[in-house]
């Protein structure tokens, strides 16, 4: 067993790194997985060891490493599920029946409204306080706007 190290030991990552790797392929990973997963443990090494260095490093290194090849691997997994169940959705069916046309109010209709809006946003942002101007703009935008919308769909 190596010591605990007290900082980062290049040469003893050297060491260890083929070692870990080497396990980690003997227990039936892919190398390339293995491989990526053991960087990814590396890296997590240099963020984790400066404070907190193992007791065994070997053991560390290879723990981290499998964890991140069972997180890959369960990431694939649900990958594969999401894609399969996207592929098995059934496609939209064009309707030529329906008529999804917007239907806008005459010019001058719409140039009273943004009048109204705005005059609304001002009156209200004058009588409140600093804190609540930001979410009174947000709340007047989004219920104008469905006010908006409600005219232009009540005036076909």
Request: hydrophobic share 40%; glycine share 4%.
């Amino acid at each position: 067993m190596i010591e605990p190290m007290q900082r980062l030991d290049e040469g003893a990552l050297r060491v260890l790194v083929p070692r870990v790797l080497a396990g980690l392929v003997r227990r039936g990973e892919d190398f390339d997985a293995a491989e990526d997963a053991l960087q990814e443990a590396l890296l997590e090494a240099l963020r984790v060891w400066p404070e907190h260095p193992p007791r065994d490093p070997r053991a560390w290194l290879t723990t981290v490493a499998t964890r991140r090849l069972v997180d890959a691997r369960r990431s694939d997994v649900a990958r594969h599920r999401r894609e399969e169940a996207t592929h098995a959705e059934p496609r939209p069916v064009a309707t030529e029946d329906v008529d999804d046309t917007l239907l806008l109010p005459p010019a001058e209709e719409r140039d009273q409204a943004t009048t109204f809006e705005a005059s609304a946003e001002n009156d209200l942002q004058a009588k409140s306080p600093p804190s609540d101007r930001v979410f009174n703009t947000v709340m007047m935008r989004f219920l104008l706007s469905v006010g908006t919308v409600g005219k232009i769909h009540a005036n076909p």
